[in-house]
């Protein structure tokens, strides 16, 4: 950061400074006046839908906002990829500087110590299956397919650790790539049912608060991840609907995602 | 009630088609089917913004909440609260997104013909970059604008870094290093709107300041304002952030500068228009969004002067017309803003020509270099003669479009009461003018000193897209009315219905 030195540098600290003090003396000044606002009307309607409120909000009334969330962790690791030399493109008819090609890292297993050695596997599978747990209580409880496509990776990257190039869950580059497209393609076309019963996309269907939907769609949707909540004031009976097909499609995009950027920097990337 | 759609069809198509060909292509990688994937994508995009009827689109399907009844409402007339995300489909929208559009048709058809065979994440990200820019222009969601400005920033780091070379990579490292500081400073801003007014909804922000003020926090809206303002010059390569945006068009593919320049338009007209919807009526505002307009101007067109290649005096021109852009944006007046809209939509245009002429260079072994003189006019007049063309639409020479945009602008001026504005307009068309003649002189007439390619093959689509926006470049300077009764409405009904 050469660029930081000298004049620039300190005009950078000045505005750093100022953009500090802006945010830090507005929140001083917003503490206890923030408006509620949208939220009282999200928070009323909640129930509809999921029992745990934050999957409501994030895969329902903002459902659209966190597909582009999603499509972010995606794009991140497209670009990561392609900085250290996949999907680099030159011009035919004219000669250009080859592109950079990433080597893979040097992987020295042998100083491993033996617990670690032979509680490694045993570890990652244990991550893995801590992962699906996650994924699949996600409209009751506070995980997701975030958390669940995080927790398998770091058991990709566990064992790679333990166990070198060969590890026992070595995942082919066309799988990793696989999977993520099927991951965000699957969130993007989850869309579709909504959209083409109702003209609304990514209508949660099953849910179906407004009661729009057809009714065969809501139960093709709706019945398969239906809850009940058993209160001492009664019954009561909802359904998640698309939530829990949302969130397997978003682990599989960030399993996809953070295992190309994984693999990308352990096995580095020579085009064939 | 009113006849306009909650739920209109084309909203999430625009949107959805790239995104899922994008995932395609970068999951094809390599294989010959890419290229029939990316032009019928692209065509199906293109096709879709031109019959599309206008409307909203409420992503998520949950209606409007109407605090003077208590009841919820699928019709967008009634001024509830919106709970979906909120997308508009309008006129200017729509000659926004065909023009984008067809630039995108006509930069696949050349990346699919002219790159190596790798071209699957390339592609992605190109048909990202136009899905961001489709969003940013279509959005009334300030959430969902932040997202499309941080997701947009990094597929411009894609696309640059798929250029491949050193200096793309630097470019795309650095442009991606400030999106941290940036995309954040977008954040903070739409937290604190969100904190003072309870809604993400840019037109509820709107209401909920016009009816209930901000409780005495006005300092905390100056303090959005300046975070909105960082953003702005970031996404759209303002003043004093023009090095990050400069160096992003000048090391990409003059094709995918051409996608690129178009989302940093799209980016200026809506965020700008955001901002003055929100901050309009504050003290000051109006005054430093002119003021980073006139300084992006200036700056820009000056060290373009100073470019000894093609490509980065074209960089330096964009950048410089983007501060015409939102110098228009910034006056505030209705005739302001409609001669800044159409100034992007003519930059866009006449910007395409001259990148599309340097991709032709290209096929004759790179020759952009100033300090060459290659003599292609012998080898290709055709070539030398819509390069002269694009400049003269430019530098605002009638009758090409670029003139039309930039009498409503020095008019806006002078009406505004800024005469010295309508001098610097000038200024920046004739400087524009010489930069431009300065490298095609060199480049194109004057007698070759060095050897470039005799027969070089340029493809098809190089010329048909160049003459293409040639004919848009004169049709829209002779009858600037083509455009404008698609930007006008927009502007005169309040920017949404």
Not at chain 1, 224 to 243: A, D, N, T, Y
Not at chain 2, 201 to 218: L, P
Not at chain 2, 256 to 265: I, N
Not at chain 2, 325 to 341: N, P, S
Request: hydrophobic residues 55%; aromatic residues 12%.
């Amino acid at each position: 950061m050469n660029e930081l030195r000298g004049k620039r540098g300190i005009l950078a600290v000045i505005a750093l400074l100022i953009i500090g003090i802006g945010f830090l003396s507005s929140l001083f000044e917003l503490a206890g006046n923030v408006r509620p606002g949208v939220s009282q009307i999200y928070n009323s309607l909640a129930h509809l839908v999921a029992p745990n409120n934050i999957a409501t909000w994030v895969y329902d009334w903002r459902g659209y906002d966190t597909l582009l969330e999603t499509a972010v962790i995606y794009v991140g690791a497209v670009v990561s990829a392609m900085v250290i030399g996949r999907g680099v493109v030159q011009m035919k008819s004219c000669p250009q500087e080859p592109p950079a090609q990433s080597k893979p890292l040097e992987f020295h297993i042998e100083t491993l110590t033996v617990i670690l050695k032979y509680l490694g596997l045993p570890a990652a599978i244990l991550l893995f299956s801590y992962g699906i747990m996650v994924v699949t209580a996600s409209s009751t409880s506070g995980g997701g397919g975030f958390q669940c496509g995080v927790i398998m990776t770091a058991a990709y990257l566990l064992a790679a650790i333990f166990y070198g190039k060969n590890n026992p869950i070595r995942f082919g580059k066309r799988f990793i790539i696989g999977i993520g497209a099927a991951g965000l393609g699957g969130y993007t076309l989850l869309g579709l049912p909504g959209f083409l019963t109702t003209g609304f996309w990514q209508y949660n269907i099953g849910a179906d608060v407004w009661g729009i939907a057809p009714s065969i769609m809501r139960f093709i949707f709706g019945e398969p991840f239906r809850l009940s909540l058993v209160l001492k004031e009664g019954v009561f009976f909802s359904s998640p609907g698309i939530i829990p097909l949302i969130n397997v499609a978003e682990a599989f995009n960030v399993i996809g995602a953070i295992g190309l950027i994984y693999f990308a920097f352990i096995y580095g990337w020579q085009e064939e | 009630m009113t006849t306009i759609p909650s739920n209109l069809w084309s909203i999430p198509l625009i949107v959805a088609i790239p995104l899922l060909a994008a995932i395609v292509v970068n999951a094809l990688y390599d294989k010959r089917a890419i290229r029939y994937i990316s032009i019928i994508s692209a065509l199906l995009t293109l096709g879709i913004s031109i019959i599309s009827p206008y409307g909203y689109h409420w992503f998520t399907g949950h209606p409007a909440f109407d605090p003077t009844t208590f009841t919820f409402t699928f019709d967008p007339g009634i001024p509830g609260f919106r709970l979906s995300l909120e997308f508009f489909f309008g006129p200017m929208q729509q000659i926004m997104i065909v023009i984008s559009s067809l630039i995108l048709v006509f930069c696949v058809i050349m990346a699919t013909s002219g790159l190596t065979k790798h071209q699957g994440p390339y592609l992605a990200m190109i048909f990202l970059l136009f899905a961001s820019a489709a969003i940013i222009i279509m959005v009334n969601d300030l959430y969902h604008l932040w997202i499309a400005v941080e997701i947009g920033s990094l597929i411009v780091v894609g696309v640059v870094v798929g250029s491949g070379t050193s200096i793309s990579h630097k470019a795309a490292l650095k442009y991606a290093y400030f999106s941290a500081i940036c995309g954040s400073g977008l954040a903070i801003a739409l937290a604190l709107l969100l904190g003072i007014t309870g809604f993400p909804n840019v037109s509820d922000v709107v209401r909920v300041i016009n009816i209930f003020g901000v409780g005495g926090m006005e300092t905390i809206l100056y303090i959005s304002f300046g975070f909105f303002i960082l953003s702005w010059m970031y996404a759209g390569g303002l003043a004093p952030l023009h090095p990050l945006k400069s160096e992003v068009y000048g090391a990409s593919y003059p094709h995918a500068t051409a996608v690129l320049q178009a989302q940093s338009k799209l980016m200026l007209v809506a965020i700008g228009i955001i901002m003055l919807r929100i901050f309009g009526t504050l003290p000051f505002v109006k005054e430093v969004m002119i003021f980073l307009s006139i300084i992006t101007m200036m700056l820009g067109v000056v060290i373009a002067l100073l470019q000894i290649d093609f490509r980065w005096i074209i960089a330096y021109l964009i950048i410089s017309h983007s501060g015409l852009v939102t110098l228009g944006i910034a006056l505030g007046t209705k005739e302001g803003i409609i001669g800044g809209i159409f100034q992007a939509v003519n930059d866009i245009i006449y910007m395409s020509v001259l990148l599309f002429c340097c991709e032709a260079l290209y096929y004759f072994g790179g020759a952009t270099s100033t300090r060459g003189s290659f003599g292609i006019a012998k080898k290709s007049p055709w070539l030398c003669a819509a390069v002269l063309l694009g400049a003269f639409a430019a530098s605002g020479i009638p009758p090409f479009n670029g003139f039309q945009s930039e009498i409503i602008l020095i008019q806006a001026s002078i009406n505004a009461g800024f005469p010295e504005i309508a001098v610097i307009i000038l200024m920046v068309s004739v400087t524009t003018l010489i930069a431009l003649l300065r490298a095609i002189y060199r480049i194109f007439l004057k007698p070759p000193e060095n050897e470039v390619a005799a027969n070089a093959q340029i493809p098809k689509s190089i010329t048909i897209g160049t003459w293409l926006f040639i004919i848009l470049t004169i049709i829209i300077g002779v009858y600037p009315d083509i455009a404008l009764r698609f930007i006008v409405p927009f502007v005169e009904g309040g920017f949404l219905p």
